[in-house]
Each structure stands twice: as C-alpha cells, then as structure tokens.
C-alpha cells in the first residue's frame, strides 16, 4: 500500500496511524516534495472513479490555477495538470492498496476500505 501525505495535516496523521495500529506495511509518499506525474494521478483518479475537481483543495491558495474553469469533460485536462503543477491543491490522504483499492482517507469509514 501506498499513502500520499503531507506530514503536516492531521487527517494524514491519523491515517497513518490508523495503518500502524492495524500492521499495514505501507510507503510513504510525501506528495509535495515528490508529486504525481500525471499517468499517476490520471491512475489515482479512475481508480477512484473521480474527476479532477473532485479531489481539488479550492481553498488553497493555489487554487487561483483552476478558479476561471469549468467542471465538463473539456475542462478536465486544465484541472488534471493544475494538480500535477500545484500539489498542494491534491486532497490527502490518498492510499492505493495493492488489491487496486483506492481511498481518500479523510474519515474511518473511508479508512476501513483499505485495512484488514
């Protein structure tokens, strides 16, 4: 499993927490200092069956990249490569297990998807 963080966010915290607690060996991806090309992301967003804009922090400050688009499919490109060229704007956690289980690990429910 793999876990996209940013070490300063509490709910990144918890989830791992969350996978110490239940023995989960995992990788850490601090996201910022080693963002996701964008076969990766493209990967992470349909393996989570959302778009782009549903996976964006709007209230970042970053967020200025995406303001004047739109959320149709002709806007979805813009938004994919805002996030590969902003990061910060990347919801997180986000935790792909190796079963192809993806999750944005924001809440224990989410969580549970991915523990055993």
Sequence with gaps: MEIWINPACSKCRLA???????????????????PPTR?????????????????????????????????????????????VDHPRLIQRPILTADDGTTVIGRDPESLARVLP
């Design 16 to 34: 791992t927490e969350a996978l110490d607690a239940a023995g989960v060996e995992y990788t850490v991806r601090r996201y910022l200092d080693d």
């Design 39 to 83: 076969a990766e992301l493209d990967d992470v967003l349909g393996r989570l069956g959302l778009e782009p804009w549903d996976v964006t922090r709007t209230g970042e400050p970053e967020a200025a990249a995406v303001a004047a688009l739109g959320r149709t499919p002709e806007d979805r490109d813009a938004w994919a490569q805002a996030l």
